[in-house]
C-alpha cells in the first residue's frame, strides 16, 4: 500500500500527539504543518505558515485540521475537500455547525471527512453510533462529556464557590483562559449535536433555551446533595420523540454510585440506548495523545477505504425541551421551602417536582434522574 502524505492545520496539543503518535509509524508521512509563528516551534518539523502550500499540494492526501474556532477552520476545510483531499478534524464547533454540508461535500468530491476526536477526544463513540449499533433504532444518547465541569463541580461540592474553584481549573490548565464554551455548556451542546445527528439523522443546532451549564450552580447545593446521597454532573441527553427530538445540556443529580459521578480527571462517559441494550463507553476525553489515537484512526480508515459514499439523509426534527423531574432547592438549601403544594414530596430544605416550577418561585432547580 502507497504511503499516505497528510498535511496538519494547527500544532497545539492535539496537533503535537498527532506528530508524536505518526512518529511511531511510517506508513503515513507529514508533508507539511500550518503554525502562525514557526521561530516557537522544533525547526527539524515541515512548518509553513500558508496554508495554500498544503491545500494545493498534489502530493497531500489528508488534511487533518487542529486548530480549533470556525474562521478560518470552515473556510480550510471546505478547500481541502474541494481540492480533492480528504479531511479529519477534531474540531467539534465546524462540525456541529456544519456536519452535514461538509460530509456532502466529502461525497461529491470521493473524499472521506471523519470527525471522531470531535466528541469524547479518545474514546471511539462516533465510530460506533455510525457503524456498530445500527441495528436497532437507538431512543437515546447522552452522556458526561467535558472534564472541566467534572473537576469544578468536584472542587464545589468539598467547599469551593464557583469562581474560585474554576480559577484552579485554569491553574492546572484544565480550564481555558477563556472556560465559556465549557462552564456555560455550549462545548458540551457542540458535542451532542453530533452524537445527536450521528443517533438520529436530524442535526440540531442547539439553542440556548436546551442549554444551561454550571454558572449558577452553588456549593452550598452540593454539598447538602452529597449528605443526601446525591451528586451533580453536567450532563448532556438527546433522546427520540414522537415529533421531535429531545435536546438538553444541564446540570443533573444522580445517586451516588452513578458511573458519572465516579468519574476522574478528563474521562468522559456516554450511554447509548437502544432497543438492542445499553451500551456504555467511557474513557479519556481530552488530552493530546488520546485524542491524537482517534484521529489516526480516522486516518487508518481513510486509507483503507473511502467512507460514507452514500448520500445522507438528515431529517429535519425540531428540538424539545425532555421531560425530566427537578430537585429543588431554596438559595440557602437548609432554609424551610415557600409554600408549595403538599401534592410535591417534600424534605427538610428540598423538595421533588414531576416538572419545572415558574422561575418567580426563586428556587434553585435541577434536572433529577434516578438511573
Ligand atoms: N485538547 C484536547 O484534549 C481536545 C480534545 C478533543 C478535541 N479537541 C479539539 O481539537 C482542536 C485543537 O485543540 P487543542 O487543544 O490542540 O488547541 P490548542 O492547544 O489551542 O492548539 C491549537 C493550535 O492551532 C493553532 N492555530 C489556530 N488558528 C490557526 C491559524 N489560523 N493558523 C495556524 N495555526 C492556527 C494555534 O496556534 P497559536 O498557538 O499560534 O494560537 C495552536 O497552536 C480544537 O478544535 C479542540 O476543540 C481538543
Known sequence: MKTTRIGILGLGTVGKGVVEALGRQNT?????????????????????????????DPDIDIVVEVMGGVDPAYEYLSSALHSGKSVVTANKEVVARYGPEL??????NRQGFLFEASVGGGIPILDALTWHLRATPIHAV???????????????????????????AQALGLAEQNPSADVEGWDSAR???????????SWIHAEKEHVLGITHVKSCHLRRLHEMGFGLRLVARAQRQPS????????TVYPRGHRYLKLAGSQNAIGIFSEAGTTWIE??????????????????????????REP??????????????????????????????????????????????????????????IQ
Open 28 to 56: 503515513v508521512v507529514i508533508d507539511k504543518i500550518l503554525v502562525r509563528e514557526p521561530y516557537r516551534y522544533n525547526s527539524d518539523l515541515p512548518l509553513t505558515t500558508n496554508v495554500w502550500e498544503i491545500i494545493e
Open 312 to 369: 445522507l439523509f438528515f431529517e429535519d426534527f425540531p428540538a424539545a425541551d425532555i421531560d425530566d423531574s427537578y430537585l429543588i432547592f431554596t438559595e440557602d438549601p437548609y432554609q424551610p421551602l415557600p409554600d408549595i403544594p403538599d401534592s410535591l414530596q417534600k424534605g427538610a430544605g428540598y423538595l421533588v417536582s414531576p416538572h419545572a416550577l415558574p422561575p418567580e418561585t426563586g428556587l434553585v432547580q435541577y434536572r433529577f434522574r
Open 283 to 308: 474513557g479519556p476525553g481530552a488530552g493530546g495523545i488520546a485524542t491524537a489515537s482517534s484521529i489516526i484512526a480516522d486516518i487508518q480508515r481513510i486509507r483503507f477505504s473511502i467512507p460514507d
Open 103 to 108: 460530509m456532502e461535500l466529502a461525497r461529491q
Open 244 to 251: 421531535s427530538i429531545g435536546f438538553v445540556v444541564a446540570p
Open 191 to 201: 458535542k451532542l449535536s453530533i452524537l445527536a445527528g450521528l443517533a438520529f439523522s
Open 142 to 168: 447522552e452522556g458526561v462529556v467535558n472534564g472541566t465541569t467534572n473537576f469544578i463541580l468536584n472542587q464545589m461540592e468539598q467547599g469551593m464557590e464557583f469562581s474560585a474553584a474554576l480559577q484552579r
